[in-house]
T-cell receptor, first 114, second 119 residues
Framework: DAGITQSPRHKVTETGTPVTLRCHQTENHRYMYWYRQDPGHGLRLIHYSYGVKDTDKGEVSDGYSVSRSKTEDFLLTLESATSSQTSVYFC?????????????FGAGTRLSVL | AQKITQTQPGMFVQEKEAVTLDCTYDTSDPSYGLFWYKQPSSGEMIFLIYQGSYDQQNATEGRYSLNFQKARKSANLVISASQLGDSAMYFCAMRESLRWGGTASKLTFGTGTRLQVTL
């Protein structure tokens, strides 16, 4: 158990509304990531963080923003949700030490935008 | 850009038999890492096994082993003595560094192989 909690686990929202997903970790890992999973695409990186207030874009960042004001929390915000953002969202963490640099994932958030 | 290819959308295996899930990759980086994750129907992503590009030995973790053939750019997952609980989606992934000189990394995933273990 990598101590990662995602909330909410399920959410249904309407097009045009803002949505915030939360990722909380208990083990003080430096790196945190948000991915989305869609059929036929595997997982794709949205944004990542390499420290408090330090974030950067991944390959599918359009329409998303993130914030990390504390080591333990990484928030993903959809400013104005669209149907194309219906997906399963995974948060991941990794430690900065060790050659393996394994990423461990949270349980996921299933988001439906109607 | 890195690419992971999993050519088997679905596989069947009988309980107690071994099965190989294929994964090929493409990268120009001399240093990389390869991972396999399991995603059961409950949806979580579970780390199974890791192989570093400079590792001399093939990785093993219990019933999982990684058949790493660097020259062929393949990293196949072998599951020995399959169990009903092995039924799941399996993803191969490659690590790519995101920032020069840093250890933040992105995983590039394949599209997955759905394994079904039968009695």
């Amino acid at each position: 158990d990598a101590g990662i909690t995602q909330s909410p686990r399920h959410k249904v929202t309407e097009t045009g509304t803002p949505v915030t997903l939360r990722c909380h970790q208990t083990e003080n890992h430096r790196y945190m990531y948000w991915y989305r999973q869609d059929p036929g695409h595997g997982l794709r990186l949205i944004h990542y963080s390499y420290g408090v207030k330090d974030t950067d874009k991944g390959e599918v960042s359009d329409g998303y923003s993130v914030s990390r004001s504390k080591t333990e929390d990484f928030l993903l915000t959809l400013e104005s949700a669209t149907s194309s953002q219906t997906s399963v969202y995974f948060c991941a963490i990794s430690s900065s030490s060790g050659a393996k640099n394994i990423q461990y994932f949270g349980a996921g958030t299933r988001l439906s935008v109607l | 850009a890195q690419k992971i290819t999993q050519t088997q959308p679905g596989m069947f295996v009988q309980e107690k038999e071994a099965v190989t899930l294929d994964c090929t990759y493409d990268t120009s980086d001399p240093s990389y890492g390869l991972f396999w994750y399991k995603q059961p129907s409950s949806g979580e992503m579970i780390f199974l096994i890791y192989q570093g590009s400079y590792d001399q030995q093939n990785a093993t973790e219990g019933r999982y082993s990684l058949n790493f053939q660097k020259a062929r750019k393949s990293a196949n997952l072998v599951i020995s003595a399959s169990q009903l609980g092995d039924s799941a989606m399996y993803f191969c992934a490659m690590r790519e560094s995101l920032r020069w000189g840093g250890t933040a990394s992105k995983l590039t995933f394949g599209t997955g192989t759905r394994l079904q273990v039968t009695l």
